[in-house]
């Protein structure tokens, strides 16, 4: 039978008043599976990062560095994610520790709570700045090659975790809460029915959602000039496999991202819009949503895994090989013949595109 932690007892944390499990652990919970997960992610996303390391120290166009900035904080992210997280979720399954005795205060579950939205929401955040990124360098390449530098690259990453960061915060500020879920191995943002939690779980879903759609929008726009030039035979034809390089790999990064995460954000919306089943107390909630919250966020966390094997599967030299025509294609400023020639040479060196 499932247990409740009675919140009578003042000397146990908030994050565990609410916690009701009552559903039969049929194995879902194993500890070799979530350490597999972990180590496939943590060495997939090691093996990315050299990839991409070396790819930075060889390449000499500004944008295609700014461009390995931002997969650069993305593979950071989410190894970071990987390890702080697995760390408390394989140890529980190991030793099957009691959260209330451990964490009495709730600052482990607070401070993993916010791990969960932090790097939840960080890989979102950056997949949309790419998107932004991308949009503008190849829709404006001569705004963005005087615009975008490796310092603002930087800069926007920077931001892109200061607001992850604050936002993560809010529930520990009061805005929502962290509380511990089934199978009593990760907390998470409280999913009950009160104001602030509702609120909370709405700002986490909106701004994720929000995120996916930028990307979906701007990429879809982008990969239309992208095809347009690269089918206009009368345009300029140039070296220009990078672009599609990056295009695709940003498109890639937006599948993932879309397929892992969006089940969960709109399974948030959905359970804290929701009126709760008869029967069961408003701040507690029904097994089956206790089971359908793991689900998703086991999905959510496979962002993370296969992340990683977008760069490394479709690097310029795997596309190549793909389709051999890819090294001959025209420039985005092939699009912009008012400018002239001497002009375009100059500004298409630093331009997105190379």
């Not at 916690?19 to 070799?32: A, R």
């Not at 500004?62 to 140890?91: E, K």
């Not at 996916?212 to 140039?238: A, G, W």
């Not at 709760?276 to 919250?293: A, M, R, S």
Request: glycine residues 4%; charged residues 15%; positive net charge.
């Amino acid at each position: 039978m499932g247990e409740r932690i009675s919140a009578n007892n003042s000397s146990i944390g908030a994050c565990f008043q609410r916690l009701n499990m009552s559903i039969p652990d049929k194995g879902i919970t194993s500890p070799w599976f979530s350490t597999t997960f972990a180590l496939i992610g943590l060495s997939s996303n090691l093996i990315a990062f050299c990839v991409l390391v070396n790819a930075y120290q060889k390449t000499h166009s500004r944008s295609r560095s700014s461009f390995l900035i931002f997969l650069c904080g993305l593979v950071v992210t989410d190894f970071m994610g990987l390890l702080v997280t697995a760390s408390v979720v394989c140890s529980y399954h190991f030793t099957k520790f009691e959260w209330a005795e451990v964490d009495p205060k709730c600052h482990l579950c607070n401070f993993f709570g916010l791990s969960m939205v932090f790097y939840g929401l960080c890989p979102l955040l950056l997949g949309a700045s790419m998107a932004v990124e991308r949009f503008i360098g190849i829709n404006k390449p001569f705004e963005r090659s005087v615009n975008m530098s490796k310092r603002r690259a930087f800069l926007t990453v920077l931001m892109v975790w200061i607001f992850a960061f604050c936002l993560g915060l809010l529930p520990i500020l009061g805005l929502g809460s962290y509380t511990l879920h089934y199978p009593k191995s990760f907390c998470f943002l409280s999913l009950s029915h009160d104001i602030m939690s509702i609120a909370f779980g709405m700002i986490f879903s909106l701004v994720g959602i929000l995120s996916v759609v930028l990307s979906f929008v701007l990429n879809t726009i982008s990969i239309v000039t992208l095809c347009k030039v690269c089918f206009d035979r009368n345009s300029v034809q140039r070296r220009r496999d990078s672009e599609v390089e990056m295009m695709v790999q940003l498109v890639g990064i937006m599948l993932i991202a879309s397929a892992c995460w969006l089940p969960l954000l709109i399974f948030i919306a959905q359970t804290v819009l929701q009126a709760p089943p008869p029967g069961v107390p408003q701040d507690i909630l029904p097994p089956e949503t206790n089971k359908y919250l793991l689900i998703y966020i086991r999905v959510a966390t496979w962002n993370q895994i296969l992340d990683p094997w977008v760069y490394i599967l479709f690097r310029r030299s795997v596309l190549r090989k793909m389709y051999p025509k890819l090294s001959s294609r025209p420039s985005i400023v092939s699009l912009y013949p008012e400018y002239s020639m001497s002009l375009r040479r100059k500004l298409t060196q630093e331009s997105v595109i190379h």
